[in-house]
């Protein structure tokens, strides 16, 4: 049940590395210089599934009453801030956590307003950090004193994205996230991502037959979906990277019922 077909973005592979303007420089959407392609995907329901972890699938998703309202997260973010601190250190075993950006995502014509500029969904598949900018956002969030020693120390940081609709109920550009256990790192495509006063860099996704698609349909404000974005450790039994979209429902109408959505980023020390 709710097992769908529905076009995903993917780039396509070129010799040169690829860049694009971010929305911080357009204002809105990203200007892109690499070409895509648009591939019909099978999304599976999550729902009809059991024991997806963040180490080897790169992803969880849980069920919370949050009780705070899209106008609340807005007026006191560190409200939110921990709440999801709590909830979280009953999942996942680690010793500290480090929020350091969220941002709000809407599909409506204006999009999301966010302090670097208007956001709506992402409608490529992507990851947010690459091996190299994960380590250097690290040390710009944690300083690059504390992150050598937490390394040598032989302490584990992990970057992960919590997701959730602000909406009551996602009826519009819903989020698909791979199973980053069906993706080869050859299909990871570093990406130059321009800003104002600094270059990053993610990752965007070329397509592979192999890869393994997941949606939660009718996905509620009280859900919300974790996703690893890096990871500092080197066993190749974990998986690192979880690439992620918004993707477009048939006969959505976004006007009746526009996506809004917020991102948590954060690092998690172990």
Known sequence: MYNIYSNIVFIVKQKKKPYYDSAAITGM?????????????????????KNFKLDKNGFEFYKYNFNITKNKINENIEVYKNKLSKYLK?????KEIVFFDFTSRSNSKN????????RQPAVRAHVDYTITSGIKRAK???S????????KDKRRI???NVWRPLSDVVLSSPLAFADASSIEQADL??????????VGEIYHLAYNSYQQWYWLPKMSSNEFLIFKGWDSSNDKGLVKFTPHTSFNLAKQNVIKNPRE??????????
């Open 140 to 142: 710009d969030i944690l």
């Open 189 to 198: 495509i570093a990406t130059d991502q321009h800003f104002p006063d600094r």
């Open 261 to 270: 959505s917020i991102e948590a980023r954060a690092f998690l020390i172990l």
């Open 111 to 118: 999009g999301a307003y966010n302090d670097d500029g208007q």
């Open 90 to 94: 009953k999942k996942i075993p680690f």
């Open 144 to 151: 690059k004193n504390r992150y050598n020693k937490l390394i």
């Open 29 to 49: 959407e990203p200007k892109l210089y690499f070409k895509t392609e648009k591939r019909k995907i099978l999304i599976k329901n999550a729902r009809n599934y």
């Open 158 to 160: 992990i970057q992960i």
